[in-house]
Antibody, heavy 122, light 112 residues
């Protein structure tokens, strides 16, 4: 059974960098069949795809966040990470990591981590 | 920044059929990209419910079904049950510059 678990600070100061890690168990991140993604959800609102990383280190980001986002993978630790810099209150959200199926059609996300709430506040 | 529009809420009595729509455009659903659906209970992560328009992952009850036509897609719950009360999101791909993967605005299903 594949499981993903997010970890990182729950409170980040405005203008600083948000850093989260997603530990993967039950599967290897070093697979050609999946990307490893981050998705966020502001409290009470909808879902926003942030970006993904492939085990080779290749990435793809939401254009609206591209200038501030870095997603990386650590195959030796079977985990991947998110960094979002210059955060503002608008970045307050539940951050989910998810496995993204590389599909011939359109990729989907399954499973998801439980999510971690990150609040941006001084 | 959702480019897929869903009704904010739908409701039905137990046993009834409810349908949730997902309306897109020529840059996503209308371009032929498929739709996936997720179910989310309060305080929990979304769970994949339907993929590639119509397929159910193992363990998803067959009362959930999906369809797609043109720029719209639908999720139907046939024989609504109390435990189906949740938020539902559609998801697809958008070839415009706004985003690659886009989610719907979300629909809350209330079981009366």
């Amino acid at each position: 059974q594949v499981q993903l678990q997010e970890s990182g600070p729950g409170l980040v100061t405005p203008s600083e960098t948000l850093s989260l890690t997603c530990a993967v168990s039950g599967a290897s991140v070093s697979t050609d069949d999946f990307y490893w993604s981050w998705i966020r959800q502001p409290p009470g609102k909808g879902l926003e795809w942030i970006g993904y990383v492939f085990h080779t280190g290749n990435t793809n980001y939401n254009p609206s966040l591209r200038s501030r986002v870095t997603i990386s993978v650590d195959t030796s630790r079977n985990q991947f990470s998110l960094k979002l810099n210059s955060v503002t209150a608008a970045d307050t959200a539940i951050y989910y990591c998810a496995r993204e199926k590389v599909a011939a059609t359109t990729d989907w996300f399954d499973p998801w981590g439980q999510g971690t709430l990150v609040t941006v506040s001084s | 920044q959702s480019v897929l529009t869903q009704p904010p809420s739908v409701s039905g009595a137990p046993g009834q059929r409810v349908t949730i729509s997902c309306s897109g455009s020529r840059s996503n659903l209308g371009a032929g990209y498929v739709v996936h659906w997720y179910q989310q209970f309060p305080g929990t992560a979304p769970k994949l419910l339907i993929y590639d328009n119509v397929y159910r992952p193992s363990g998803v009850p067959d009362r959930f079904s999906g369809s797609k036509s043109g720029t719209s897609a639908s999720l139907t719950i046939t024989g609504l049950q109390a435990e189906d009360g949740a938020d539902y999101y559609c998801q697809s791909y958008d070839r415009s510059l706004n985003a690659l993967y886009v989610f719907g605005t979300g629909t809350k299903v209330a079981v009366l």
